[in-house]
C-alpha cells in the first residue's frame, strides 16, 4: 500500500462548480499536510498547508484534514477554468524513521471548462 | 528570489549515454530533494539530502543513478548508463529543515532516452 493514496482522476467540471479532491494515507506520524498544484509542463507549487488536523482556508480553496479517518480533503469553491491542473496531496511525519521525507498522491488532473 | 534552478530544461540522450542533470537550491535552504514523475508513478523520490548528507536514496532505483551534493547550493543527479525506460520528468526541490516542511520545486528536466 502506497503511503498516499489518490485517485488520478482525470476530473471535469463545468466553471463554478464546487470541486472535491481527496486522499487517504496510511502513517499513523504524519502530521503536515500539503496540496501542491501542478500546471502542464511545470513544477509543482505549494497551494496549502495545514498542521494536524481542522480546516484551512484560503480565497476559495479549503483544506481538511481529518486525522481519525486519515482523510484529506481539498475544496474550491466557484472553480475558474485557470484551476485547471494536476492537485497532489503530499504528507509528512514528524517523528520516526520517516521524518523529513514528503511521500505524493498520484495526482488528480482537474479541468474546468467554461 | 530565483528559486530551485534546474538544467538542462529539456535532454534527448541515446541508450548508453551518461545523463547529469544539475540543480541549485533556494539560498539558505538546507534539505534538497530528487524526485522522478511519470504517468505510471506519479512522483516518486529518489534521495534527499540534508545540510549536504544524504538522509535517505532508497527511492535510487538501481546503481546506475547516482546523485552527489558538493556544497549547499549545487546537486547533480548522475545516470549512467541511461535506458530509454529512465524517460521521465526529473524534480529538484529544497526547504529549509524546520520551517514546517514547506518545499520547493524546480522547473524539472524533461529526459528523453531513445
Known amino acids: 500500500q502506497k503511503e498516499v493514496e489518490q485517485d488520478p482522476g482525470p476530473l471535469s467540471v463545468p466553471e463554478g462548480a464546487i470541486v472535491s479532491l481527496n486522499c487517504t494515507y496510511s502513517?499513523?506520524?504524519?502530521?503536515?499536510f500539503m496540496w501542491y498544484r501542478q500546471y502542464s509542463r511545470k513544477g509543482p507549487e505549494l497551494l496549502m498547508y495545514?498542521?494536524?488536523?481542522g480546516n484551512k482556508e484560503d480565497g476559495r480553496f479549503t483544506a481538511q484534514v481529518d486525522k481519525s479517518s486519515k482523510y484529506i480533503s481539498l475544496f474550491i469553491r466557484d472553480s475558474q477554468p485557470s484551476d485547471s491542473a494536476t492537485y497532489l496531496c503530499?504528507?509528512?511525519?514528524?517523528?520516526?524513521?520517516?521524518?523529513?521525507?514528503?511521500?505524493f498522491g498520484r495526482g488528480t488532473q482537474l479541468t474546468v471548462w467554461p | 528570489d530565483a528559486g530551485v534552478i534546474q538544467s538542462p530544461r529539456h535532454e534527448v540522450t541515446e541508450m548508453g549515454q551518461e545523463v547529469t542533470l544539475r540543480c541549485k537550491p533556494i539560498?539558505?535552504?538546507?534539505?534538497l530533494f530528487w524526485y522522478r514523475q511519470t504517468m505510471m508513478r506519479g512522483l516518486e523520490l529518489l534521495i534527499y539530502?540534508?545540510?549536504?548528507?544524504?538522509i535517505d536514496d532508497s527511492g535510487m532505483p538501481e546503481d546506475r543513478f547516482s546523485a552527489k551534493m558538493p556544497n549547499a547550493s549545487f546537486s547533480t543527479l548522475k545516470i549512467q548508463p541511461s535506458e530509454p525506460r529512465d524517460s521521465a520528468v526529473y524534480f529538484c526541490?529544497?526547504?529549509?529543515w524546520g520551517s514546517g516542511n514547506t518545499i520547493y520545486f524546480g522547473e524539472g528536466s524533461w529526459l528523453t532516452v531513445v
Open positions: 526541490a529544497s526547504s529549509f
Open positions: 502513517n499513523s506520524a504524519f502530521q503536515y
Open positions: 495545514t498542521y494536524s488536523s
Open positions: 503530499a504528507s509528512l511525519a514528524d517523528r520516526g524513521s520517516t521524518l523529513g521525507r514528503l511521500y
Open positions: 539560498s539558505g535552504h538546507n534539505s
Open positions: 539530502f540534508n545540510n549536504n548528507v544524504p
